[in-house]
């Protein structure tokens, strides 16, 4: 982690007030690269899914273009993701795992005062790590729904694999892991895009860096460590 103070942070853009570098290149490429497979997955499957959204699948050429297209992208999404806690910037993608599942009482209390600060509000929580509670609960339904998802298509997939009843299982726990996925990134986009708060920190899944203003009063915990030089 580096905090920049009128310097050249990455790819040489000019730094016109403190930055923190939130996020690494590695993290970044995981981020994009689940989200835009995550986002082709749900708009071919849902075309198979859907009479009524097939004809949008002229796009790529038809529902059986589509269901090629569906399973090279499941491919990307599990492995490239997968990948990455292994090259590049592994450590991060580990303690990014361990941290969302380690819940403290700081978490606890931004959680129960997120709904407030999603309305526009700001809600009363102690200091934040580099992932504030409201974060971690949405990783932990993108880690859990990745893995069903997943588990369940390639039951899918390989059907004359598996027993026949767990084939008919797997469609509904399937589709409703995405639909429960789709819910989480619409939450997860308005709040990096529209809201007026909390999408000052798109920034750093573009380039990495986010304001230390933001730093402080989103994840003051994480923040103060990263001052300190103890990451």
Known sequence: MAIQTGTKGEFGKNQDSDKVLRFTLGERISHWVHAISFFLLLFTGVGILSLVFRPALAVVGGVEAARILHRINA??????????????????????????????????QHIRA?????????????????????????SLLTVFGSIFITLS???????????PALVRWAY??????????????????????????????????LHGYVSSKFAKKHHEAWYERVKKGME
């Open 153 to 163: 298509g390639v039951v899918m997939w390989f059907a004359s694999s598996f027993p």
């Open 172 to 205: 509904p726990v399937h589709d409703l892991s995405m639909f429960l996925m789709t819910a989480a990134v619409i939450g997860h986009m308005y709040l990096g895009l529209l809201h007026p708060d909390s999408r000052t920190a798109l920034p750093g899944m």
């Open 75 to 108: 491919v990307v999404f599990v492995v490239v993701v997968g990948a990455m806690f292994f090259i590049g910037d592994a450590k991060y993608h580990w303690e990014w795992l361990k941290l969302v599942f380690r819940l403290t009482k700081a978490d606890w």
């Open 114 to 138: 997120f709904p407030k600060e999603f309305f526009g509000g700001h809600g009363d929580y102690p200091a934040q790590d580099k992932f504030n509670g409201g974060e971690k609960i949405n």
